[in-house]
């Protein structure tokens, strides 16, 4: 079985420039998690999706941060535009349902913010 | 506002003895806790789980133990292996939409 795929696995951005990241979860897995894992912390959630609606959006910084999941399967992040202290790992999860315990993760994309 | 902690940056054991993993919680009313293991340049991996409702999972080398009185859970290794290396992060579930909340995580190091 494919684990969860994320794309690039490293960018590095000038501030104010936008940045944009993809994931493909496990086939079949209709919850998807977008987390935010900076240097020396846990991974903390920013956006949840049940098939492509969003379930819980409360620690996105909105005014930056934007997520689609089309199709309820893939899906991409984005940042615009983007602030130094957005430097961090991006970790995309899924599980195959809402709440489910046990998430499986991407291997992240790290960004560093210049 | 930290609801899960671990308060231990780093361990670091010989192989073969016991490796002690601790994580705090504030809110009473998580339902799961869940370690994951992380290696450099990897997403965490799922190790072990425990419900609110037990004190005690085994899993192999692995055992969560939960003092909810306490609002303490630890993840014992034993025994410990130099592949036991990484990152483990503590996470409770929780809330509405049963989120995950993660620890800062302790990073272990199995000296051969």
């Known amino acids: 079985e494919a684990g969860v795929a994320q794309s690039p696995r490293y960018k590095i951005i000038e501030k104010r420039q936008s940045v944009a990241f993809w994931c493909n979860p496990i086939?079949?897995?209709?919850?998807l998690y977008w987390y935010q894992q900076i240097l020396g912390q846990g991974p903390k959630l920013l956006i949840q999706?049940?098939?492509?609606?969003?379930?819980?959006d409360s620690q996105l910084p909105k005014d930056r941060f934007s997520a689609e999941r089309l199709k309820g399967v893939d899906s991409t992040l984005k940042i615009q535009p983007a602030k130094l202290e957005d430097s961090a790992v991006y970790l995309c999860?899924?599980?195959?349902?809402?709440?489910?315990?046990?998430?499986?993760f991407g291997p992240g994309t790290r960004l560093t913010v210049l | 506002d930290q609801q899960v902690k671990q308060n231990s940056p780093s361990l670091s054991v010989q192989e073969g003895r016991i490796s002690i993993l601790n994580c705090d919680y504030t809110?009473?009313?998580?339902?799961?806790f869940l370690w994951y293991k992380k290696y450099p340049a990897e997403g965490p991996t799922f190790l072990i789980s425990i419900s609110s409702i037990k004190d005690k999972n085994e899993d192999g080398r692995f055992t969560v133990f939960l003092n909810k009185s306490a609002k303490h859970l630890s993840l014992h290794i034993v025994p410990s292996q130099p592949g036991d290396s990484a990152v483990y992060f503590c996470a409770a579930r929780g809330g509405a939409t049963n989120k995950l909340i993660f620890g800062t995580g302790t990073l272990l190091a199995v000296q051969p």
């Open positions: 809110n009473s009313m998580f339902d799961y």
């Open positions: 999860a899924s599980s195959p349902s809402t709440g489910g315990y046990e998430q499986f």
């Open positions: 086939s079949g897995h209709a919850t």
């Open positions: 999706f049940q098939n492509n609606g969003v379930v819980d």
